[in-house]
């Protein structure tokens, strides 16, 4: 029998629900005030004669028929109601403190976001800023309460736990100097997505195991091979136990995928991981393509070093956080060649797209800044809109302004395998197309991205010389490093791009690089790897061959 406080949260939830559904607002606010009085009630509802329910203060007749409903169903069929055509993202919504029913009724209606990975996103590119009631200082402490909440899950992006993970393996290191401690599992194979942290230790049990509880550390599992702590950062912490001379087979076994471990075999028990590819007599493969067991030379792996410019950012023309000199220079600070500036295209009035008259100013404005930067150079791009039938948002007059176009789906995600294929299709059949952004449109852990046929669009890239984008924000990684292989087998090149909306942005080069490892890829078939010479060679021979 439900008690007083969890009808009470039913009908606080039917209210707050009602709000962001814009329903009655009389209704809304009634049932608000029921579930106010009914947690403040000396006695429990289910022990009071049903006929004099409706006497208590904030509880009418209509309150009470739904109080005796819950009391005798333990359902409230209005709730049910409402819950069922609501996102579960945007009901979870409601957890983030900083954002009641109006706000996230704007969130979910206005800006078309329904969860609440997609919404830390749109903080992270400052588009809150663009609607009504939502301002600087909303919009941090909207991001701070999600980051908050999203700590306390159970799974995380490897960028998020990557520090937390550094700083414990240091600081194991510090205390147990004569014990070995090495990272193994997801975050050794560098999965974009990490369940548990673990690690392979000669320390102990009995030494290692009072390292946690005596910092508040909780004991999930433990056996005689390994033992599992979750302390207040919500994060699990496994550590596989092994001896000198057994820490290269278990530091093996543990940072290999189950497939790839059974094509390879019996493992022989040694030191050091490498003795077990010299007794097979194969070349040592790199933790992160320890997925599928792939015979054959092992590729030279791209590396974060050989990225030579920054594709894809925007600037505070639409919606990111700088101007597009100080973003400039920032890339030349670091060391890259040059910039493609790619803001927001006219449809995206979330995001302050550019329209044509904009985009004038905005290329006068870079070709002044080309003109002082030496050896540096800033390409005018735009990242336009793919439209409900896969035209651009531009006329090709507007397109052809451009050193190059990156195409993108960004509005009405909610579609069928045919729907999204015909868009994306006409978009990389568009002559102005030089680039297929974050082709599935997905966000980890958020948002699975429209159902595409990835062999078709790969396809269909090489066909018509598009590249494709390996989105290096950690919330996308997309394309899927899972399909990178045939991308490469096909002919097609890939670009791993920031889409930095901030100066800190161009980091997340990092992850894009950890990925394109896992898909195999090289320096040699990466845009973003071209120098400068290259890269405007490759613009200029593609706009040849398309004859624009």
Same mark, same amino acid.
Not at 173 to 184: D, P
């Given at each position: 029998? @439900? ?13 707050k629900?009602?709000?962001?559904h ?6 809304? #606010?009634?049932?608000?005030?029921? $579930?106010?009085?009914?947690e403040?009630l000396?006695?429990? +509802? ?16 209509? %309150? ?6 819950? *009391? ?6 209005? *709730? ?14 409601? =957890? ?34 663009l609607?009504k009631?939502?301002?600087?200082? %909303? ?22 736990v ?5 700083a414990?393996?240091?600081?194991l ?17 560098q ?9 392979? %230790?000669?320390? &102990?049990?009995? %030494?290692?195991? @009072? ?22 950062e ?7 136990? $092994?001896?000198?001379?057994?820490f ?17 075999g ?7 991981? #490498?003795?077990?590819?010299e007794? #097979? ?22 590396? $974060? ?5 920054i ?22 600070q ?19 797209? +550019? ?13 002044? *800044? ?21 035209? *651009?948002?531009y ?15 960004? =509005? ?6 045919? #729907? ?12 102005y ?17 429209? &159902? ?7 396809? $269909? ?11 290096a ?25 920031p ?7 161009y ?37 040849m061959?398309?004859?624009?």
């Open positions: 029998m @439900p008690d007083n406080y969890q009808i009470a949260e039913m009908f606080s939830l039917l209210s629900l009602m709000d962001i814009g329903e009655d607002s009389f209704k809304a #606010k009634t049932y608000a005030a029921a $579930a106010f009085n009914i403040k000396p006695v429990q +509802l289910a022990e009071v004669e049903p006929a004099k329910i409706s006497t208590y203060k904030g509880i009418g007749a209509s %309150t009470s028929k739904k109080i005796l409903e819950i *009391l005798q169903t333990g359902e409230l069929k209005a *709730l049910t109601d409402i819950i069922a055509k609501t996102p579960p993202g945007v009901i979870e919504m409601l =957890s983030i403190k900083g954002i009641g029913p109006k706000k996230i009724s704007t969130i979910w209606k206005e800006m078309e976001i329904e969860s609440i990975g997609e919404l830390l996103y749109a903080c992270e590119e400052n588009r809150l800023l609607f009631g939502f301002g600087e200082k %909303t919009q941090a402490n909207v991001k701070e309460s999600i980051e908050f909440f999203l700590k306390h899950k159970d799974i995380h992006l490897y960028a998020d990557e520090a937390y993970a550094m414990v393996d240091k600081n290191r510090e205390h147990c100097k004569q014990y070995r401690f090495e990272l193994t599992g997801e975050f050794r194979r999965m974009e997505i990490i369940h548990q942290l673990e690690w392979v %230790t000669t320390t &102990p049990f009995a %030494t290692l195991l @009072p390292i946690f509880t005596n910092n508040n550390f909780e004991v999930k599992e433990q056996n005689d091979s390994f033992v599992s702590v979750k302390g207040p919500n994060i699990v912490l496994q550590f596989h136990f $092994a001896t000198a001379e057994n290269g087979t278990v530091l093996f076994q543990t940072s290999a995928a189950e497939n790839f471990l059974q094509a390879w019996p493992v022989t028990t040694v030191a050091e991981e #490498k003795i077990l590819f007794e #097979k007599g194969v070349a040592f493969i790199p933790s992160c393509l320890r997925e599928e067991l792939v015979t054959g030379a092992v590729p030279d792996l791209i590396q $974060a070093s050989s990225i030579k410019g594709i894809h950012s925007h600037s505070n023309w639409s919606d990111g956080g700088e101007t597009i000199e100080t973003m400039a220079r920032h890339a030349q670091m060391g890259f060649e040059y910039l493609v500036i790619s803001d927001h295209s006219k449809s995206a009035g979330y995001a302050n797209g +550019l329209s044509v008259e904009r985009i004038e100013a905005q290329h006068q404005y870079i070709d002044e *800044l080309n003109s002082k930067l030496n050896g540096f150079r800033i390409f005018k791009s735009i990242e336009a809109d793919i439209l409900g039938d896969g035209s *651009l948002d006329d090709d007059e507007t397109l052809a302004s451009f050193d190059l176009v990156i195409a993108s789906v960004h =509005s009405n995600l909610k579609m069928n395998e045919e #729907k999204a294929m015909m868009r994306v299709l006409n978009a990389i059949e568009n002559p197309t030089t680039i297929l952004g974050h082709m599935t449109g997905r966000l980890l852990l958020s948002r699975a991205g429209y &159902p595409l046929d990835h062999k078709k669009i790969i396809d $269909a890239c090489v066909a018509n010389s598009v590249v494709i984008e390996l989105n924000h950690p919330r996308r990684l997309d394309i899927d490093w899972r399909w990178i292989p045939y991308a490469l087998d096909k002919g097609a090149l890939i670009s791993i791009d889409d930095a909306h901030e100066l800190s942005g980091n997340d080069i990092k992850y894009g690089v950890l990925a394109a490892q896992k898909g195999r890829l090289t320096n040699s078939r990466n845009l973003s790897s071209f120098s400068l010479r290259q890269f405007e060679e490759y613009i200029m021979d593609v706009r061959e398309k004859g624009i």
